[in-house]
C-alpha cells in the first residue's frame, strides 16, 4: 500500500472508504473472487486539488519541459505533444479533455486511478490490459525536487507520454502479460530488473546522443541531469540478460544505466523472454 505523505495535499481523495475498498481488492487480487482487477480503480475526484497542488504541478512542468526539450527522446515529446500534456492544470482522467480522451485513439491504452500501491499481480493485470495505475495525489511542495514514491507527476508526465507510442505501448502490454503468468521468484526479480532499467531508468540512442525516456529520469530534475552529465554513471549497452541480471537500489542516483538503439530492440527482446514464460506456463500446466 502506498506510504502517507508528510504535508501531502488531501487524503481525502484516497483514504475515504472507495478507497480503502478499492486497495483491500487490489491487495487480494488473483484469490479466488478477486479476479476483476477494475475494482481496484476509483475516481479522480479532481475537485480535491488545491491552488497548491496545481502550482506544484506548474512549476514541476515547466521546470523539467525546459531540460527536456533537448534531452528527452523524441518519442516521448511527440507522445507529450500527442496526448495534450499541458503545464496549466493537473491532467484530468475522464472527460473531453482527459489525457485518455486523446490517447485511446493511439494506442487503446488508459490511465486509471489507483488509491495507491498495487501489489505486483495486480499492477501486472492492469497493464495486460492496457490500463496504467496511475496514482492521483501529488508531492508537497516541501517535497517537489524528490519523493520517494510515484504520485501523478511521475506518472503522467513521466510514464503516460509513451503509452501514445506503438511499439513501447505494444512492449508494456507485453511484458504485464507476460509478468501475470508466472509465479517463479527468479523470473519475477529478473522482471522487476527490466522494468526498472528500461521504463523507470531507461536511455535510448537518438540521433548520436543518449536521451531520456524511463519515468523515473523524465519525473525527477535532478536525476535526468545526472543521467547523462555525471561522470560516476556507467551507461552500457541495451542486452536483456545483462539487464535482468544487475541488481539496482531505489534510493540514490543510479549508477548504472542501459541505453536502447531503438524501442523496437526493446519490444523484440520483452517479445522473446514473454515467449519463454509463456512457453514454459504451458508446459508445467500440461505436467
Same mark, same amino acid.
Given at each position: 500500500?502506498?506510504?502517507?505523505?508528510?504535508?501531502?495535499?488531501?487524503?481525502?481523495?484516497?483514504?475515504?472508504?472507495?478507497?480503502?475498498?478499492?486497495?483491500?481488492?487490489?491487495?487480494?487480487?488473483?484469490? &479466488?473472487?478477486?479476479? *476483476?482487477? !477494475?475494482? @481496484?480503480?476509483?475516481? +479522480?475526484? =479532481?475537485?480535491?486539488?488545491?491552488?497548491?497542488?496545481?502550482?506544484?504541478?506548474?512549476?514541476?512542468?515547466?521546470?523539467?519541459?525546459?531540460?527536456?526539450?533537448?534531452?528527452?527522446?523524441?518519442?516521448?515529446?511527440?507522445?507529450?505533444?500527442?496526448?495534450?500534456?499541458?503545464?496549466?492544470?493537473?491532467?484530468?482522467?475522464?472527460?473531453?479533455?482527459?489525457?485518455?480522451?486523446?490517447?485511446?485513439?493511439?494506442?487503446?491504452?488508459?490511465?486509471?486511478?489507483?488509491?495507491?500501491?498495487?501489489?505486483?499481480?495486480?499492477?501486472?493485470?492492469?497493464?495486460?490490459?492496457?490500463?496504467?495505475?496511475?496514482?492521483?495525489?501529488?508531492?508537497?511542495?516541501?517535497?517537489?525536487?524528490?519523493?520517494?514514491?510515484?504520485?501523478?507527476?511521475?506518472?503522467?508526465?513521466?510514464?503516460? &507520454?509513451?503509452?501514445? *507510442?506503438? !511499439?513501447? @505501448?505494444?512492449?508494456? +502490454?507485453? =511484458?504485464?502479460?507476460?509478468?501475470?503468468?508466472?509465479?517463479?521468484?527468479?523470473?519475477?526479480?529478473?522482471?522487476?530488473?527490466?522494468?526498472?532499467?528500461?521504463?523507470?531508468?531507461?536511455?535510448?540512442?537518438?540521433?548520436?546522443?543518449?536521451?531520456?525516456?524511463?519515468?523515473?529520469?523524465?519525473?525527477?530534475?535532478?536525476?535526468?541531469?545526472?543521467?547523462?552529465?555525471?561522470?560516476?554513471?556507467?551507461?552500457?549497452?541495451?542486452?536483456?540478460?545483462?539487464?535482468?541480471?544487475?541488481?539496482?537500489?531505489?534510493?540514490?542516483?543510479?549508477?548504472?544505466?542501459?541505453?536502447?538503439?531503438?524501442?523496437?530492440?526493446?519490444?523484440?527482446?520483452?517479445?522473446?523472454?514473454?515467449?519463454?514464460?509463456?512457453?514454459?506456463?504451458?508446459?508445467?500446466?500440461?505436467?
Amino acid at each position: 500500500m502506498q506510504n502517507k505523505m508528510s504535508g501531502s495535499l488531501n487524503h481525502a481523495m484516497i483514504d475515504g472508504p472507495a478507497g480503502r475498498a478499492a486497495q483491500e481488492y487490489a491487495n487480494q487480487f488473483g484469490q &479466488p473472487g478477486f479476479q *476483476d482487477i !477494475t475494482r @481496484a480503480y476509483i475516481d +479522480q475526484n =479532481y475537485a480535491g486539488y488545491t491552488e497548491e497542488n496545481q502550482e506544484t504541478w506548474r512549476t514541476l512542468y515547466d521546470r523539467q519541459m525546459e531540460y527536456l526539450a533537448d534531452h528527452a527522446s523524441n518519442v516521448y515529446l511527440s507522445g507529450a505533444r500527442n496526448i495534450k500534456l499541458v503545464r496549466d492544470h493537473i491532467p484530468y482522467l475522464s472527460g473531453p479533455k482527459s489525457v485518455n480522451t486523446f490517447l485511446m485513439p493511439l494506442t487503446g491504452w488508459q490511465s486509471k486511478a489507483v488509491p495507491g500501491y498495487l501489489p505486483a499481480k495486480a499492477f501486472f493485470a492492469c497493464l495486460a490490459r492496457r490500463e496504467f495505475p496511475t496514482t492521483i495525489v501529488i508531492r508537497p511542495k516541501e517535497s517537489i525536487d524528490y519523493l520517494p514514491e510515484p504520485d501523478i507527476f511521475h506518472d503522467i508526465f513521466g510514464h503516460v &507520454p509513451l503509452h501514445a *507510442d506503438p !511499439t513501447f @505501448a505494444d512492449f508494456l +502490454q507485453t =511484458y504485464g502479460k507476460a509478468a501475470l503468468t508466472t509465479d517463479d521468484p527468479h523470473h519475477t526479480e529478473r522482471l522487476s530488473r527490466l522494468f526498472w532499467f528500461t521504463v523507470e531508468f531507461g536511455l535510448i540512442r537518438e540521433g548520436g546522443r543518449n536521451r531520456l525516456y524511463g519515468s523515473g529520469l523524465i519525473s525527477s530534475p535532478g536525476e535526468s541531469k545526472h543521467a547523462l552529465t555525471s561522470k560516476e554513471v556507467d551507461r552500457r549497452p541495451f542486452d536483456l540478460e545483462a539487464v535482468c541480471n544487475t541488481s539496482f537500489e531505489i534510493d540514490h542516483f543510479q549508477p548504472i544505466l542501459y541505453v536502447l538503439d531503438s524501442f523496437e530492440q526493446l519490444r523484440d527482446a520483452m517479445d522473446t523472454y514473454a515467449k519463454r514464460l509463456l512457453d514454459a506456463a504451458r508446459d508445467n500446466a500440461a505436467v
